[in-house]
Antibody, heavy 120, light 110 residues
Framework: QVQLQESGPGLVKPSETLSLTCTVSGGSVSSGTYYWSWIRQPPGKGLEWIGYIYYSGSTNYNPSLKSRVTISVNMSKNQFSLKLSSVTAADTAVYYC????????????WGQGTLVTVSS | QSVLTQPPSASGTPGQRVTISCSGSSSNIGSNYLYWYQQLPGTAPKLLIYRNNQRPSGVPDRFSGSKSGTSASLAISGLRSEDEADYYCAAWDDSLSGPVFGGGTKLTVL
């Protein structure tokens, strides 16, 4: 059974870079069937897709965040990572990593999520 | 502003049937499968319905999904207190080449 687990700082200062890592167990990020994705949810609000990476290294990002987002993959560690630069309070959210079947919105499983607060 | 449109709230009493709607456009719901997610308080979303109307193993048959054109709906029959949660619809969007979500519907069991 595939499981995903987010890790990283829970507090980031404004204008700095948010960095999170997702560790995948029970499956491989080198599978060509899936996109490895980041999704966030501001407190009390809905879900927002951030972007994804394919095993080949190709990426696609939400246009609203594209200028600030980088997603990368580390196959040797079976991990993928998110960097979001120049953060503001509006980036405060629970960040989820998730597996997405290519070309669909079938998102399963999800990580448990990690709250990142942007504050000085 | 979410790409897919859902009502912000819905409610029903135990045993009732409730439906939650989701509308989109030709680039998402109109040309791709529709998915539903259930998010219980304080937890990550969970896949509830996939490919318009399929239930993953373990999801009760009280939950059903349908799609027509650029709209879809989730029906919950025999409403139970444990169904109180937020429900999100999602679909692949061909213009974005990524998944898009509805704004979520908070279901209250009265």
């Amino acid at each position: 059974q595939v499981q995903l687990q987010e890790s990283g700082p829970g507090l980031v200062k404004p204008s700095e870079t948010l960095s999170l890592t997702c560790t995948v167990s029970g499956g491989s990020v080198s599978s060509g069937t899936y996109y490895w994705s980041w999704i966030r949810q501001p407190p009390g609000k809905g879900l927002e897709w951030i972007g994804y990476i394919y095993y080949s290294g190709s990426t696609n990002y939400n246009p609203s965040l594209k200028s600030r987002v980088t997603i990368s993959v580390n196959m040797s560690k079976n991990q993928f990572s998110l960097k979001l630069s120049s953060v503001t309070a509006a980036d405060t959210a629970v960040y989820y990593c998730a597996r997405v079947i290519v070309g669909t919105a079938e998102i399963d499983p999800w990580g448990q999520g990690t709250l990142v607060t942007v504050s000085s | 502003q979410s790409v897919l449109t859902q009502p912000p709230s819905a409610s029903g009493t135990p045993g009732q049937r409730v439906t939650i709607s989701c509308s989109g456009s030709s680039s998402n719901i109109g040309s791709n499968y529709l998915y539903w997610y259930q998010q219980l308080p304080g937890t990550a979303p969970k896949l509830l319905i996939y490919r318009n109307n399929q239930r993953p193993s373990g999801v009760p048959d009280r939950f059903s999904g349908s799609k027509s054109g650029t709209s879809a709906s989730l029906a919950i029959s025999g409403l139970r207190s444990e169904d109180e949660a937020d429900y999100y619809c999602a679909a692949w969007d061909d213009s974005l080449s990524g998944p898009v979500f509805g704004g979520g519907t908070k279901l209250t069991v009265l």
